[in-house]
């Protein structure tokens, strides 16, 4: 929960923007967008670690990013960085929140995914 509410603080006070629960059936998600254009940049979910090909069936929490198809192959992991879970796995990752990740490179990540959507 901890990460949640840094990630949501962060991209509130840089970007202005309020996580949207546009998922009915999952209220727990929340989709960041850039004002402008309406384009989402990131998008908060709490996901069973076997939906994302990890040993645990641990509840984790995720941040999905839009990240350029050369980085996102370089950052990609076994436990930090993943393949994005239900987004184009080329385009888009998978930031493993629960995992022991930086807080300084989710936030670079957050930033990066902001301005490829303008």
């Given at each position: 929960m901890l990460a949640q509410k840094r990630v949501f603080s962060y991209?509130?006070?840089?970007?202005?923007?309020?996580?949207e629960r546009v998922f009915d059936k999952h209220p727990?998600?929340?989709v960041f967008r850039?004002?402008?254009?309406?384009?989402?940049?990131?998008?908060?979910?709490?996901?069973d670690g076997g939906k994302l090909g990890l040993k645990s069936a641990q509840e984790l929490e995720i941040l999905n990013l839009k990240c350029k198809?050369?980085?996102?192959?370089?950052?990609r992991d076994a436990d930090q960085i993943l393949p994005a879970y239900?987004?184009?796995?080329?385009h888009w990752i998978s930031v493993n929140l629960?995992?022991?990740i930086a807080p300084e490179q989710?936030?670079?990540?957050?930033?990066l995914s902001?301005?490829?959507t303008k």
């Open positions: 991209i509130k006070e840089k970007f202005g923007a309020q996580g727990a998600f929340a850039y004002a402008k254009n309406r384009k989402w940049f990131a998008v908060f979910m709490r996901v198809p050369d980085l996102a192959a370089i950052l239900h987004m184009n796995k080329k629960s995992s022991k989710v936030e670079d990540l957050i930033d902001f301005e490829l």
